[in-house]
C-alpha cells in the first residue's frame, strides 16, 4: 500500500482553503489503496477507464461520488451512467447525446463537464475554442435533446512543462472561455465546476481559481 496519508491531509487543507473539491485518481492503483484513503474520510475518487471503474465500485461503499475522468467512448456509456455522479470528459455532441439517451432511460440526470485543449502538445483530447461555441449553441438551440445530461463546467489540462506561466496562461485561457459560453447553458453560473490541476500544478490551480483539482500521484504514488 503506498497512500499518502500526510500529503493527503495537506493537500485536503489546501482545497478547503482554496473551497476547491479534491478528486483523488485512483487509476492503475488496487481497491485497497482507495479503502484507505477513504477511512481517512475521503469521498470523491477519479477513475479513467470503464472496466475498472465498474469493478471497483462494485466492491467499494455505496457513498463514494465517481468522477469518470478519461476519454469516454459511446459505446461504453451505458455501463457507468447507472451511477456515475460526474464525468469530466465529454468532448463530442455525439457522446453528450449517448450519455443523455443512457440517463433517460435510467430516469437519471447526469452531471458533465466539457473537455477543452488548452495545452500546446497535440495528442491531448479535448474541444478547442470554436468546437466549445458549436456544442454550446447546439445544446441551447435544443434542450430537449439533452434531457439526460446537464452540463456544469469545463475540464482541461495543461501542458506538460516547468513554464509556470504557460501553465496559468493555459488555466485562466479556460476560466475565459467558461465565463464567455456557458452561462447559455448552465443552471447556474455562480456554481460553475471548473476542474484544472494535476499533481504537477495543482497549486497554480488553486491560485488560478480552479473549483476541483484532479490529483493521483501525490497521494497514491508514482503510477510508472
Ligand atoms: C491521471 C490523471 C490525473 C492525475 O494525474 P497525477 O499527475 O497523477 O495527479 C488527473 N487528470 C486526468 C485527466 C488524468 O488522466
Redesign the pocket.
Known amino acids: 500500500m503506498s497512500v499518502n496519508l500526510t500529503q493527503y491531509q495537506k493537500i485536503n487543507k489546501e482545497c478547503a482553503a482554496a473551497n476547491a473539491l479534491l478528486v483523488a485518481?485512483s487509476?492503475i492503483k488496487p481497491v485497497s489503496d482507495i479503502k484507505a484513503l477513504y477511512d481517512a474520510g475521503q469521498r470523491d475518487f477519479?477513475e479513467?477507464y470503464v472496466q475498472e471503474l465498474v469493478d471497483k465500485q462494485a466492491q467499494l461503499p455505496e457513498d463514494i461520488r465517481w468522477h469518470f475522468?478519461?476519454h469516454l467512448q459511446s459505446n461504453k456509456v451505458k455501463y457507468i451512467v447507472p451511477f456515475v455522479y460526474l464525468i469530466?470528459?465529454v468532448d463530442s455532441l455525439k457522446l453528450l447525446k449517448e450519455i443523455s439517451k443512457q440517463a433517460v432511460k435510467l430516469n437519471r440526470r447526469v452531471n458533465c463537464l466539457l473537455q477543452v485543449h488548452i495545452a500546446q502538445e497535440e495528442t491531448k483530447f479535448g474541444l478547442d475554442e470554436a468546437e466549445l461555441q458549436e456544442l454550446v449553441a447546439s445544446v441551447s438551440a435544443s434542450p430537449e435533446a439533452f434531457e439526460g445530461v446537464q452540463i456544469r463546467g469545463l475540464?482541461g489540462?495543461a501542458s506538460f512543462t516547468e513554464n509556470e506561466a504557460q501553465i496559468r496562461q493555459e488555466f485562466r485561457q479556460l476560466t475565459e472561455w467558461a465565463n464567455k459560453y456557458l452561462p447559455a447553458i448552465l443552471p447556474d453560473n455562480n456554481s460553475k465546476i471548473l476542474s484544472f490541476g494535476?499533481?504537477?500544478d495543482?497549486t497554480i490551480a488553486l491560485e488560478e481559481g480552479s473549483t476541483l483539482v484532479?490529483?493521483?500521484?501525490?497521494?497514491?504514488g508514482a503510477?510508472n
Open positions: 485518481v487509476k477519479g479513467n475522468i478519461g469530466h470528459g475540464m489540462m494535476m499533481s504537477g495543482y484532479r490529483i493521483g500521484s501525490l497521494l497514491f503510477r
